[in-house]
């Protein structure tokens, strides 16, 4: 049965990897915010077919998760933002404006781990302790999977 689980969930996932990429690959000017929205849409269907919650749990959980994501999401636009700028000036920004998307990203990413920690014990009251772990798992996979598309469309800028 876990088999079986693990199966569809690594499925679900290579088809959002495969679904980005050829979003990617298909259009040249494929907007980061696109991108980004179609993995959120599939990341709660992936939720969804593999949490199997129950009616009481669905009731709960949902309300939840959408202020978690609505928190993440905010973080994750201006994510977007500070991506979008760096894409457009690393070829020309200076040591300073460097430093500063260093900063800004690290920032980001604290608020991130902020934001995922002050959910566990609101989802812990809704779900039990292995559909938590269950939940958080398909998060950090789906993210995985993000941060791989940004990475390969993200220049790297030249030290000099």
């Known amino acids: ?20 990429s050829a979003m990617a690959e298909d259009a040249e000017e494929a907007s980061l915010e696109l991108l980004v929205a179609t993995l959120q849409a599939d990341q709660k269907a992936l939720v ?16 939840v998760y959408d202020r978690y994501h609505g928190e993440l999401d905010s973080v994750s636009d201006r994510l977007a933002k500070l991506i979008e700028d760096y894409t457009a000036n690393f070829g020309t920004m200076s040591d300073e404006e460097a430093l500063q998307i260093v900063e ?3 920032e980001l990413e604290r608020e991130r781990a902020e934001v995922r920690e002050k959910y566990v014990e609101p989802f812990s009251e809704v779900l039990p302790g292995r559909k938590l772990v269950r939940f958080y798992q398909i998060e950090n996979k789906v993210q995985a999977l993000l941060r791989y598309e940004l990475a390969r469309e993200i220049p790297v800028i030249d030290p000099q």
């Not at 049965?1 to 569809?8: A, L």
């Open 1 to 20: 049965m876990r088999v079986r689980h693990t199966e569809s969930m690594l499925t679900l996932l290579m088809a959002l990897c495969v679904a980005a």
């Open 48 to 63: 969804e077919v593999n949490l199997k919650l129950d009616d009481a749990e669905t009731k709960s959980f949902w309300p």
């Open 104 to 106: 800004d990203f690290v």
